[in-house]
C-alpha cells in the first residue's frame, strides 16, 4: 500500500517537471526595445523649408518642401541627437518614422548619416498615403519584432498614431533644442 503511494508521489513529481520544463521550452524569448522618431521638426529644423516652400497663394508647395535637396540642408536639432545617443546606449532601437514620402529616402539617410545621428531603420510614408493611417500601421508592424516603449513627434497626430499603438506618447515643441531636456527626462522615467 505504501509503495504505491511512493509510485504515485515519483509519477506526480514527474509530471510537474515536465511541465514546468515544457513552459520554459514554449517561453518566447523578451522582445528587443526600441523607440519610435519623428524627424521634421522633431530631430530636424525644417523651417527654413517651410518658408520657401509656401506658394504665393498661400498654400504649401508640397514637391519643394520635399525636394531632396532641400531636405539635405535641414539644420539637425543637436539636443535631439544628444539625447538620442543616450538612447542607443541604453540598448533601446531607433526606428525613424516620418511622414516625408518615400521619394526622399536617400536624403533622409543622408542626412541623419552626415549629421552623425544613431543608426536607426528609416520608414517614410508612400505618395498619397495619409499620414496618421501610415503612422499607425508603420508603428504596429515593427511591434510585431520589437517592444516599442515610446515615441517621440512634434505633431498631435504624432502623439494620437503612437497612443492609439499603445505606446508612450511624447510631444516635443516644433524644432526646438531646449524642450529635449525635458523629454530626457520623460524616456528617464519610462526606461529605469
Ligand atoms: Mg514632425
Redesign the pocket.
Known amino acids: 500500500m505504501r509503495k504505491r503511494y511512493l509510485w504515485i508521489g515519483i509519477l506526480g513529481l514527474i509530471i510537474l517537471f515536465v511541465l514546468i520544463g515544457g513552459q520554459e521550452a514554449f517561453a518566447q524569448p523578451p522582445k528587443p526595445k526600441a523607440c519610435i522618431i ?5 530631430i530636424a529644423n525644417d523651417q527654413q523649408r517651410r518658408a520657401v516652400s509656401i506658394n504665393p497663394d498661400g498654400n504649401r508647395n508640397w514637391r519643394k518642401y520635399f525636394n531632396p535637396e532641400l531636405v539635405k540642408k535641414d539644420k539637425p536639432i543637436l539636443k535631439s541627437r544628444e539625447v538620442l545617443r543616450w538612447v542607443e546606449q541604453k540598448g533601446i532601437k531607433i526606428f525613424y518614422v ?2 516625408r514620402e518615400t521619394t526622399v529616402l536617400g536624403a533622409t539617410k543622408w542626412w541623419l548619416k552626415a549629421h552623425n545621428f544613431p543608426q536607426g531603420e528609416v520608414y517614410h510614408r508612400k505618395p498619397f498615403a495619409r499620414s496618421m493611417e501610415y503612422k499607425i500601421d508603420t508603428v504596429r508592424a515593427i511591434q510585431k519584432s520589437y517592444d516599442v516603449i515610446f515615441g517621440v ?3 498631435d497626430r ?1 502623439i494620437t498614431a503612437y497612443q492609439t499603438c499603445g505606446i508612450a506618447a511624447i510631444k516635443v515643441a516644433e524644432s526646438s533644442e531646449k524642450d529635449w531636456i525635458r523629454v530626457k527626462n520623460e524616456i528617464a522615467k519610462l526606461i529605469r
Not at 519623428?38 to 522633431?42: C, E, K, Q
Request: net charge negative.
Open positions: 519623428d524627424i521634421d521638426g522633431t516620418s511622414s513627434g512634434d505633431r504624432d
